[in-house]
């Protein structure tokens, strides 16, 4: 498996999530104020360069209950407030829509023009703050250089790494139903007709050659399917043409969407996996935990609304009620005690401020957020 | 993961991220584990091992990440599993790796295929030959006969002899090839693919060389991963997929 997965992963979902949070922002009609005040406070945490840094750092992908706490914690980096069942199913959207984006590419290089197209949007997000739109321009300079010469081997790996990590997710989307690109039974629908890769051919000739090296035959079959050449190559440019809709907004046309769970999932034993054992993913989980902080409270409490993902109150309180009980003790359990952090890392954290404007959050209230990660079992 | 079947015994063997376990043949016994990285070493490491092939009955190939291909004897009982040389023609990840009687076809993520020969009385590995199509990785090789077949990343189908000339060329599939398999008492070929087709050809090698395209399948919104024929004639054939928990299977009417 690849160890350059996580940043695609992580920027990836990051985006959707921006995506799914700015239509909610909209539909619930709150103040242009305070919804650009959650985006840029999300998408600032997300891009914070020493962050960033480290998640680009070769290493494995965190687990599926790792990643989940990350964006919890970044879902609730600034005035925003979601209950469980909205994070849940907020989380559920993002990962859904990344494993289709993920397995209908083209080419397994197309990963990148996907992370490319979030970069873009987020980047429209925040054009109104300089600082911010710096961070996400230092993010699109990382991609470029650590992802802009690999060869199509390696994306084939990253791509497959990505998979397996989706693997088993059949969560229904109301957007890919209704679109049709998503069966009843939850599997993504694919299509025999389309574009074959740039550089492919489509399928249907077979050419026979002389044994001096000459084309002397060429014979025909059925394809099974209407495929048609690829004209022109996404390009990584910073302007550049993804020649791609995957990683675009799709919720941009205020389509509802809503998620069903398609079958009862067992209940996976809470255990430690061997990701809470790597030193290097509790260092970064804890260096965002400081990083978010929390926000003083007076700011806070007087700015603080809750957002629903769900179209009413009551269909919010009817998911939450059907919630397993134990899901919500599930933490995972951080022990930044141990000797196996980076010093270096912590020398870090221990500069950290986040900076970026006035009255926004600084790590002193990081240890509650820190305490909470940490269980006592 | 492969089962490799020697004239006495079968192991089971996985090519994993840093290193290859060889199992008995239910899977129960550990007999041997060879590390791509250095014991001491803590640290991340992105070695992987790919491909997994028998050689004339007696030996054990793996492919690495490297590009160099690992030669192990293996005793026709016990676990003395030995590592005896590596094969060093390839500098790009080795993709996939095939046997037939003494000859070795490998392939790795540039498109470059190596065909090695083992001469019995030197007992020595020797490169054959060499065909370095670069642009699109080979995604598998199979050899049947005279010929090597190559499957590749862009959907394409070659058809070489043994000393590397092209006699036939296919655009087969319409995405990644994931699998090919040869049904040798045939000549028929199966290929899967991304696209969520298996086709089957046949390939002809007495005069002329030739392909023929045979059949396919559609399994419909499942990107196919794996497969192989089922009956030595290759009127049967098994194929696996992405997220899916069954092996579909399908017989010649």
């Known amino acids: ?377 | 993961m492969k089962y490799c079947d020697y004239p006495s015994r079968s192991l089971m063997v996985m090519a994993c991220q840093r290193g290859i376990q060889v199992y008995d043949a239910d899977g129960s016994v550990m007999l041997y584990w060879h590390s791509l990285v250095p014991p001491s070493s803590d640290e991340v490491s992105a070695s992987f091992a790919r491909g997994i092939s028998t050689f004339q009955d007696c030996m054990l190939c793996i492919g690495t990440d490297s590009g160099n291909i690992l030669i192990f004897d293996v005793p026709t009982r016990g676990a003395n599993i030995v590592l005896r040389e590596m094969l060093k023609g390839h500098t790009a990840p080795i993709s996939c790796l095939f046997n037939k009687e003494d000859l070795l076809g490998s392939g790795d993520d540039s498109g470059k295929v190596v065909v090695w020969q083992h001469d019995v009385d030197s007992n020595s590995i020797q490169v054959l030959t060499t065909i370095d199509i670069q642009g699109s990785p080979c995604s598998s090789v199979l050899l049947w006969e005279e010929l090597v077949i190559v499957a590749y990343a862009s959907g394409l189908i070659r058809v070489f002899n043994v000393l590397g000339r092209l006699h036939a060329e296919v655009a087969a599939h319409a995405r990644w090839i994931t699998a090919m398999d040869v049904a040798p008492a045939t000549g028929l070929v199966l290929s899967v693919s991304e696209d969520s087709f298996a086709k089957i050809w046949q390939l002809k090698s007495e005069d002329t060389v030739e392909i023929e395209h045979k059949a396919s399948e559609c399994v419909q919104d499942v990107q196919l991963c794996g497969c192989r024929f089922t009956s030595v004639n290759g009127s049967s054939f098994c194929v696996t997929g992405y997220d899916l928990a069954e092996v579909i299977c399908f017989a010649a009417k």
Do not use: W
């Not at chain 1, 000739?205 to 190559?233: C, D, L, W």
């Open chain 1, 1 to 377: 498996m690849s160890l350059r997965t996580l940043p695609l992963l992580f920027i990836n979902l990051g985006g959707e999530m921006v995506y799914i949070l700015d239509q909610r922002l909209k539909a619930q009609v709150i103040p242009d104020e305070k919804a650009k005040k959650v985006l840029h406070d999300i998408v600032s945490t997300m891009f914070n360069r020493r962050f960033m840094d480290e998640l680009f750092k070769p290493q494995e992908l965190y687990s599926k209950k790792g990643l989940r706490t990350v964006f919890d914690r970044l879902a609730h980096a600034s005035i925003m407030r979601l209950n469980t069942a909205s994070m849940d199913k907020l989380y559920d959207l993002m990962t859904m829509a990344f494993k289709y984006q993920v397995a209908m590419s083209l080419t397994p290089r197309d990963v990148l023009l996907v992370t490319l197209n979030h970069i873009d949007a987020i980047q429209s997000f925040v054009a109104e703050s300089p600082v911010i739109s710096g961070h996400v321009d230092n993010v699109y300079q990382l991609l470029i250089t650590n992802y802009g010469k690999l060869s199509i081997g390696e994306f084939q790996l990253i791509r497959q790494t990505l998979l397996n990590f989706f693997q088993d997710m059949h969560i229904r989307v109301s957007i890919f139903l209704k679109d049709k690109v998503q069966n009843s039974n939850g599997r993504f629908a694919i299509s025999t007709a389309g574009m074959v890769p740039y550089g492919s051919e489509p399928p249907g000739i077979i050419r026979m050659f002389s044994t001096e090296g000459e084309h002397v035959k060429t014979a025909s079959f059925p394809s099974g399917g209407n495929y048609t050449y690829s004209m022109q190559q996404g390009s990584i440019e910073l302007q550049g043409n993804r020649c791609t809709q995957l990683g675009t907004n799709m919720y941009a046309m205020n389509k509802p969407f809503e998620t069903t769970i398609s079958v009862p999932a067992p209940q996976q034993p809470m255990s430690m996996d061997k990701n809470s054992q790597n030193p290097l993913a509790k260092a970064e989980l804890n260096l965002l935990a400081q990083l978010i902080g929390t926000l003083d409270e007076k700011a806070a409490a007087s700015s603080e609304f809750r957002l629903n993902l769900f179209r009413t109150d009551e269909e919010e309180e009817q998911a939450q009620a059907l919630r397993p009980a134990d899901l919500h003790a599930q933490v995972i359990q951080i022990d930044a005690r141990c000797g196996g952090m980076d010093g270096e890392l912590a020398k870090i954290m221990g500069d950290m401020k986040v900076v970026e404007q006035a009255g926004t959050a600084n790590s002193s209230k990081g240890d509650d957020l820190l305490n909470l990660m940490d269980s006592t079992q």
